[in-house]
Protein backbone atom coordinates (compact mmCIF):
# COMPACT_ATOMS: atom_id res chain seq x y z
CA UNK A 1 0.00 0.00 0.00
CA UNK A 2 0.71 4.11 -0.42
CA UNK A 3 -0.84 6.49 0.82
CA UNK A 4 -0.17 9.79 -0.68
CA UNK A 5 -0.83 13.28 0.77
CA UNK A 6 -1.52 16.62 -1.16
CA UNK A 7 -0.31 19.97 0.00
CA UNK A 8 0.60 23.16 -1.33
CA UNK A 9 -2.64 24.23 -3.16
CA UNK A 10 -4.50 27.67 -2.36
CA UNK A 11 -5.45 30.70 -4.35
CA UNK A 12 -3.57 32.52 -6.91
CA UNK A 13 -4.02 34.99 -9.35
CA UNK A 14 -3.54 35.10 -13.08
CA UNK A 15 0.55 34.61 -13.90
CA UNK A 16 1.37 33.86 -10.33
CA UNK A 17 2.87 30.51 -9.08
CA UNK A 18 2.25 27.64 -6.53
CA UNK A 19 4.48 24.26 -5.86
CA UNK A 20 2.39 21.31 -4.90
CA UNK A 21 3.77 18.64 -2.59
CA UNK A 22 2.91 15.17 -2.28
CA UNK A 23 4.33 13.07 0.45
CA UNK A 24 3.72 9.36 0.45
CA UNK A 25 4.50 6.61 2.52
CA UNK A 26 4.16 3.18 2.46
CA UNK A 27 5.77 0.80 -0.30
CA UNK A 28 8.95 2.33 -1.51
CA UNK A 29 8.10 5.45 -2.77
CA UNK A 30 11.39 5.69 -5.37
CA UNK A 31 10.18 2.53 -7.11
CA UNK A 32 6.99 3.90 -8.37
CA UNK A 33 6.27 5.80 -11.57
CA UNK A 34 4.28 8.89 -10.19
CA UNK A 35 2.15 11.30 -11.96
CA UNK A 36 -0.12 14.79 -11.54
CA UNK A 37 -3.87 14.90 -12.80
CA UNK A 38 -6.31 17.22 -12.02
CA UNK A 39 -10.22 17.45 -11.92
CA UNK A 40 -12.33 20.79 -13.04
CA UNK A 41 -15.97 21.16 -11.81
CA UNK A 42 -18.04 18.97 -14.37
CA UNK A 43 -14.86 17.34 -16.23
CA UNK A 44 -13.16 14.73 -16.26
CA UNK A 45 -9.71 14.14 -14.08
CA UNK A 46 -7.14 14.98 -16.42
CA UNK A 47 -3.31 13.99 -17.03
CA UNK A 48 -1.20 16.61 -15.98
CA UNK A 49 1.81 15.18 -15.95
CA UNK A 50 4.17 12.44 -14.84
CA UNK A 51 7.60 10.91 -13.96
CA UNK A 52 9.52 7.83 -14.11
CA UNK A 53 11.23 6.29 -10.80
CA UNK A 54 14.64 7.81 -10.97
CA UNK A 55 12.69 11.23 -11.95
CA UNK A 56 14.10 10.89 -15.47
CA UNK A 57 11.81 11.75 -18.94
CA UNK A 58 9.00 13.90 -17.32
CA UNK A 59 6.16 14.24 -19.75
CA UNK A 60 3.51 16.95 -19.69
CA UNK A 61 0.41 17.40 -21.56
CA UNK A 62 0.26 19.83 -23.95
CA UNK A 63 -1.93 22.79 -21.72
CA UNK A 64 0.59 23.06 -19.10
CA UNK A 65 4.18 22.35 -20.82
CA UNK A 66 6.81 25.03 -20.54
CA UNK A 67 4.81 26.21 -17.46
CA UNK A 68 4.69 23.38 -15.02
CA UNK A 69 7.70 20.79 -13.93
CA UNK A 70 7.46 17.90 -12.37
CA UNK A 71 10.14 16.52 -10.16
CA UNK A 72 10.65 14.37 -7.20
CA UNK A 73 12.55 13.91 -4.14
CA UNK A 74 13.23 9.99 -3.32
CA UNK A 75 15.42 10.27 -0.41
CA UNK A 76 12.14 12.71 0.76
CA UNK A 77 9.62 10.64 -0.48
CA UNK A 78 8.25 13.26 -1.95
CA UNK A 79 6.78 14.38 -5.37
CA UNK A 80 6.25 17.83 -6.56
CA UNK A 81 4.53 20.29 -9.11
CA UNK A 82 5.81 23.88 -9.58
CA UNK A 83 3.27 25.28 -11.53
CA UNK A 84 4.22 29.32 -13.06
CA UNK A 85 2.55 31.53 -15.06
CA UNK A 86 -1.02 30.33 -14.11
CA UNK A 87 -4.23 30.65 -15.65
CA UNK A 88 -8.06 30.81 -15.33
CA UNK A 89 -8.37 27.43 -16.90
CA UNK A 90 -6.01 25.39 -14.37
CA UNK A 91 -8.38 25.94 -11.67
CA UNK A 92 -8.64 22.53 -10.36
CA UNK A 93 -8.36 19.77 -7.40
CA UNK A 94 -4.89 18.57 -8.21
CA UNK A 95 -4.13 14.72 -7.45
CA UNK A 96 -0.91 13.12 -7.48
CA UNK A 97 -0.97 9.18 -8.12
CA UNK A 98 1.42 6.22 -8.01
CA UNK A 99 1.57 2.94 -9.85
CA UNK A 100 1.49 -0.38 -8.31
CA UNK A 101 4.34 -1.81 -9.25
CA UNK A 102 8.04 -1.04 -10.21
CA UNK A 103 7.99 -2.78 -13.39
CA UNK A 104 5.17 -0.56 -14.55
CA UNK A 105 5.97 2.19 -17.03
CA UNK A 106 4.60 5.73 -16.97
CA UNK A 107 1.21 6.45 -18.05
CA UNK A 108 -1.02 9.48 -18.92
CA UNK A 109 -4.06 6.97 -18.35
CA UNK A 110 -5.43 7.86 -15.04
CA UNK A 111 -6.97 4.19 -15.07
CA UNK A 112 -2.75 2.80 -14.42
CA UNK A 113 -2.60 4.21 -11.68
CA UNK A 114 -3.31 2.14 -8.47
CA UNK A 115 -2.57 5.28 -5.25
CA UNK A 116 -4.61 8.41 -5.35
CA UNK A 117 -4.16 10.91 -2.84
CA UNK A 118 -7.41 13.36 -1.11
CA UNK A 119 -6.40 16.40 -3.91
CA UNK A 120 -5.56 19.81 -3.34
CA UNK A 121 -7.18 22.77 -4.75
CA UNK A 122 -6.15 25.18 -6.72
CA UNK A 123 -7.98 28.37 -7.62
CA UNK A 124 -6.52 30.95 -10.49
CA UNK A 125 -8.59 34.13 -10.17
CA UNK A 126 -8.55 36.46 -13.29
Known amino acids: QVQLVESGGGLVQTGGSLRLSCAAS????????MGWFRQAPGKEREFVAL????????YYADSVKGRFTISRDNAKNTLYLQMNSLKPEDTAVYYC???????????????????WGQGTQVTVSS
Open 97 to 115: AARGSPFSSSSQSRTAYDY
Open 51 to 58: ITRIGSRP
Open 26 to 33: GRTFSSLP
